[in-house]
């Protein structure tokens, strides 16, 4: 089913369930019933309270009237007639005093039995739509009613708490219990519960919600990813340079982020004097390039910066790494020649390529190139510019095979751009990865650099991200890989368990043998009896257990188990020292 | 001579300057004239302005003063007659009515010809002391007077400007001498002058003052450091955390941090929430603690991050990268038992002392040892547990041949320390790593581990800094080697020259190797003449230049030039590549 068609499927749901609510509960006040992403709700005003167990009878209510039901026909009507038609709802009628102020024709949507027969089960809404033209194009088993809620009206705290009902809806049956699974999957595997299991991060009340702080478990896949993107971008050119977190407000004046960001700003003072926090590192990039004679033969120059920057979320949409305050970007700016735009871009695109194949995340991903629509009014940057930086993404995207769609009218006002969104473990789609050509911020800074003539030319700047948020991408590794690590990510690598205390020496002499290798070691010499120092480790999900007792000791060779982050989970083998050194140094090195 | 008699002459030396003002410019309302680092200063209200050109005269008369005056008489007087004796001079009324306020006594201090002749010459000045009880203490040979300066009374820009004059003074003629020749060459070794020459950071009107951004060459140096730290770190058992850079003000009022920073603290608001950028990152160290249920097998535990913490200071106090907003500390917090306290001293002692021996500022350094003093009620913490770590910190001293003065007195209320003060290349004295034990916070924060009885046990905290601010201690870095840094340390290590355009290729091959064994290098294969190309090799500091020419390619040795920042300076050899590579990794690698 093409997305538009779940979308309407999804809609003429939220009526449907409207409909059957109503037949039970005649007195009940509807708000509004959108389609959501993974289905459909409607926020009730009940005139007594309702509960799950109220569900079933609804849902099997909607599978009735999906057979009496037919078509969804709309109708524009006028102010007057809304209000008259909406009189005893409060909630329509300040929806239809929103549309009288924008000038807007009220439109209504009927749903019911087919206009030949009885219209009595009819149920109309204010609604500008889309809906399904038939009910025949909603897939009865492919929907089911999930959970209630309690929702402000428009979502603000200082008006009424709603009922909200939500629904689940796909094309198919199949497609409703994968969605149902997944779900289940994401539960076990949610961030916040694996990174306290962890000891990965700490939300502190003192410190504040959105605002992380790393423990050393976590600090350590931190440092990993951080340390892999340097080395990433440094082998192909890039500079490492430092911002502060905090600027005055000129810049993002001149940058005209101060506009953009508005409310999302965490305003600073010291003294008298005001600050922001950075939103966005690219102003302090382009402070940096501003302060160089660069010549044609300088170019181009590409600045790298894990960077830190703050924006303030209302706290109820905070959550764990996924929504913060603090962002961690792996920021980078390019500066380069319209002409060496192509080159550059095609040298990100192999960086996010391996970058994603190491992660495990390169099956089933997609790029979405957006271009200018056919408003070229609404665009920075002349024609020429625009095409030839709109041809290099598409011609990177091709020399490098990238699975990519073309999407008209989706560029930004700046320039054209490549976003890249990658499947996790259990199937979920994360935009991740980011290309973009900008022809504003040279302009606003007047950049430029000395071209062959002697002449001053522009510069185009490129800003990219390979990972994204460190916070959110860190969260998403976790749910990736269920906190399940490969061993160049695991906190702890390898659990050295002597059987009983007479062993715990040689355990120390092979624990320090890998520790000088930077390997990191846990040596369980504990009084805990055996089993329970295995359950630990497997808590703790380190990728591999060495077990020492008399046998590994006379023998010379070590009990390796294999857990299930490594190649072959629950593998068990006799291996000597030299040849586990020679292994885990390989894996950890090649990020295996 | 002993600091406090130096301080005494310098004092005398203000009121000298004052009586031989007075003797040319009898209408001249005097100020205040304190002893300062160097010298001294007297601000005054001239009736008519002065110049350097008078100082000549100024200077001359002191020396006549100097030898007719001979002691400087103390007397407590009331406040009335204070007020009577000052009446003409509103800034010595200002200073008799705070004293009034405070309840205090004045006391002044009148020095001319001794007490027997005539006392039409004599000075008086309304004075806390203390002075030289006779001129003759004063060298006469070891003082000048140094500048002329505006200063408004009291600091404050509100109130009227006054005319300062600075004079230096010193021991003797010799050490005038030696401080004068310090001077001119640290202002040739001027960190911003140095930092602009070699493109190391950036001061950007749109960002603001105090807060240096660090182009690429700037973060080289400041990961070279930073790589270095954490290694010395890591290997004593650290582990790595990382903090945001705002929280809610309740974690500062816990800590009392609040109450300590005032008015330097930065004030931050997202939407209606109120935060504070982070003075310290002691606080969110002792967050991520309390967030495990430690036991006795865990101690000690130890935490590093170089981490930015914001304090305002006054525009007018900011200075390059010595004096900023942003300061980044290489911030180490250890949580361990009293008993574990004298062992993590000495660990850290010899973090510090080879970090430093590396610097090559090792000689010369001192240590003061902050004790408690009598008045034990102005402190924090058991009798018990104060006299274990004075000692623990004395034993470390000992036992790692610490050059160090115990000062009783000196330690702060949370706990005894160790300050370490290094010299610089030419002698400036700069205290930069510090050890401090702190009873306060974990009290605060209610900190605590499972001992082996199965009881809490509150651990003691110890903050230590290796190299201080990372922005200061590059200030220092870049004076102290005038720029020229060791190998390890360099933007660019080695420039590869080729004589003509035919030896592009060969060195581009040479350049290549290089590169892949992570060696910084600039290939100079631009169109320029050769001699342009190594002036600008010197200009930029660059430890090693090749040159490669028709005489190198047939040979397969190359010809290397050792500068200024290398073993050998001057030094010129042939040397095949193998030699190179291996001469290079040792010197960068073990930081030669």
């Known amino acids: 089913m093409e997305p538009e068609n779940l979308y309407k499927v999804r809609h003429s749901l939220s009526h449907l369930m409207a409909g059957a609510v109503l037949s039970f509960y005649p007195d009940t006040k509807i708000a509004t019933g959108p389609a959501i992403d993974n289905g459909f709700y409607y926020d009730f005003e009940f005139s007594a309270p309702i509960s799950d167990k109220d569900l079933g009878k609804i849902e099997q209510k909607m599978r009735e009237l999906l057979k009496k039901w037919s078509t969804f026909e709309k109708k524009e009507i006028t102010i007057a007639e809304a209000e008259k038609m909406f009189a005893d709802n409060p909630y329509k009628l300040e929806l239809i005093s929103d549309l009288k102020k924008e000038g807007a024709v009220p439109t209504i949507y009927t749903s019911g039995p087919s206009s030949s027969e009885d219209r009595a089960g009819a149920f109309t809404d204010l609604c500008a739509g889309p809906h399904v033209s038939t009910t025949k194009e909603i897939p009865s088993a492919g929907f089911k009613l999930e959970r209630i809620a309690g929702a402000y009206w428009r ?99 001149t940058s005209g982020h101060a506009a953009k960001f508005g409310e999302e700003l965490f305003r600073v003072k010291g003294g008298e004097e005001e600050f922001f926090m950075k939103p966005m590192n690219c102003p302090h990039h382009m402070q940096i390039f501003c302060d160089n004679q660069f010549s044609y033969r300088d170019m181009p120059v590409r600045y790298f910066e894990p960077a830190t920057v703050y924006r303030y979320e209302k706290a109820g949409q905070l959550s764990g790494l996924a929504r913060v305050r603090a962002i961690t970007q792996d920021d980078g700016h390019l500066f380069c020649r319209v002409s060496q735009i192509s080159e550059e871009v095609s040298t990100i695109v192999s960086i996010i390529k391996k970058f994603y194949t190491t992660m495990n995340m390169l099956n089933g991903y997609w790029v979405r190139l957006s271009v200018r629509g056919d408003d070229r009014s609404k665009y920075l940057g002349s024609d020429e510019v625009w095409e030839k930086a709109e041809k290099a993404l598409e011609d990177a995207a091709k020399e490098n095979e990238l699975n990519y769609k073309r999407v008209e009218g989706e560029a930004a006002f700046y320039g054209p751009k490549l976003d890249f969104m990658f499947k996790d473990a259990i199937g979920r789609e994360w935009q991740l990865a980011t290309i973009q050509c900008d022809f504003n911020l040279p302009e606003r800074f007047d950049l430029n650099f000395t071209n062959e003539k002697g002449e001053k030319e522009r510069p185009v700047v490129i800003h990219r991200a390979i990972s994204g948020s460190l916070e959110r991408f860190m969260g998403v590794m976790i749910e990736h890989y269920a906190g399940n690590f490969p061993v160049w990510l695991s906190p702890t690598q390898v659990k050295i368990i002597p059987v009983r205390e007479n062993h715990n020496d040689y355990a120390k002499k092979i624990s320090d043998e890998l520790k000088g290798l930077n390997i990191r070691v846990d040596l369980d010499d504990s009084d805990e009896g055996m089993g329970k120092k295995i359950r630990a480790g497997k808590v703790n999900k380190v990728p591999y257990m060495l077990v020492i007792g008399d046998k590994e000791i006379e023998s010379g060779e070590l009990s390796l188990e294999y857990r299930s982050n490594t190649a072959e989970p629950g593998k068990k083998e006799m291996i000597n020292l030299e040849n586990l050194k020679a292994k885990l140094q390989k894996e950890i090195s090649e990020r295996l």
Chains 1, 2 share one sequence.
């Open 155 to 253: 979502g603000d705290e200082k008006n009424k708490m709603l009922t909200r009902i939500y629904g689940l809806a796909f094309e198919s049956k199949e497609a409703l219990m994968a969605y149902e699974l997944q779900q289940e999957e994401a539960r076990k595997r949610d961030h916040r519960k694996i990174g306290k299991e962890l000891k990965l991060f700490t939300i502190s009340d003192l410190v504040g919600a959105g605002l992380p702080l790393l423990q050393p478990n976590g600090m350590i896949i931190r440092e990993a990813i951080e340390d892999y993107l340097w080395e990433l971008n440094k082998n192909k050119g890039c500079q490492r340079v430092w911002t502060p977190h905090i600027t005055k407000k000129g810049l993002y004046e």
